[in-house]
């Protein structure tokens, strides 16, 4: 892999000082139920969010989610029990009187380079505070090359600006069966790495979801797996994104100057 440094290695010190790691598991989100938190972490990224910030303050909060297929549910109440639903549910929950509004532009087998190219249209029709972007599982699927993946991020990140959104990172979903199949650990790093370059937060729902397979919590390897515990962790999913978002819009601290 070429033009794109580990994550780790030759991070810009700023950079380092500005993102904030969370835990989601950690007590700060004792309000979901118990089975959302999880031992360890960080399991995110906050970078402060102002165009996020002043929605709030304006009591109006548009959210556009852009993703693939691991962004819905099947069945009849799949959209309603998918995870951006229970973000706007949570959201609304979380910041009374603000008016909440979640879309999504959500197809399945798409490339980060497909969904950059609709980006203009569906940020122009939903004005969006906040765009959502989930992706990384189709190119590592398809073995795209990771700079042209990391380009493509940049990319879609400028156009959002350019439309007046914030952007947060989602990485791909983890699962024990396709693992050992799908190279996904080059392209989670990659996120990573342009989230610290662009000050963009992200929520590692790679690792999130691993540690509550590793832990127990949900049985992610069954073949068949059951719909309602897909259900419980959109769900938990949803809360635990809304407590980011929550987070990375709170009032930038002063400056420390010595």
């Not at 999504?104 to 939903?126: F, G, I, N, Q, Y």
């Not at 937060?201 to 515990?229: C, E, I």
């Amino acid at each position: 892999m070429s033009g794109r440094r580990p994550w780790g290695l030759g991070v810009p010190v700023s950079a380092c000082l500005a993102a904030l790691f969370l835990s989601l598991g950690s007590p700060a989100h004792a309000t979901n139920p118990a089975e959302c938190g999880v031992d360890g972490g960080p399991f995110a990224i906050a970078f402060p969010m102002q165009h996020v910030k002043k929605a709030i303050a304006d009591k109006s909060l548009s959210i556009l989610v852009v993703g693939a297929g691991s962004s819905q549910l099947p069945g009849p109440n799949g959209a309603a029990n998918s995870y951006p639903a229970r973000l706007q549910q949570s959201l609304s929950r979380k910041l009374p009187g603000v008016q909440v509004s979640v879309t999504t532009d959500v197809k399945s087998r798409r490339t980060a380079v497909d969904m950059v190219k609709t980006l203009p249209a569906e940020l122009a029709a939903s004005h969006p505070a906040l765009m959502l972007w989930q992706t990384a599982t189709v190119d590592a699927m398809q073995a795209v090359d990771p700079d042209q993946f990391s380009q493509a991020l940049d990319k879609g990140i400028r156009k959002a600006r350019a439309a007046g959104a914030d952007v947060m990172f989602i990485n791909p979903q983890y699962s024990p069966r396709t693992e050992s199949m799908i190279a996904l650990g080059v392209y989670v790093e990659n996120m990573r790495w342009v989230a610290v370059q662009q000050e963009v937060p992200v929520f590692d729902r790679f690792s999130l979801m691993k540690a509550w397979s590793d832990q127990g919590t949900f049985d992610l390897y069954s073949p068949t797996k059951k719909l309602d515990m897909a259900e419980r962790v959109h769900d938990c999913i949803g809360r635990l994104l809304a407590d980011l978002v929550l987070e990375a819009a709170k009032p930038t601290p002063p400056a420390d100057n010595n």
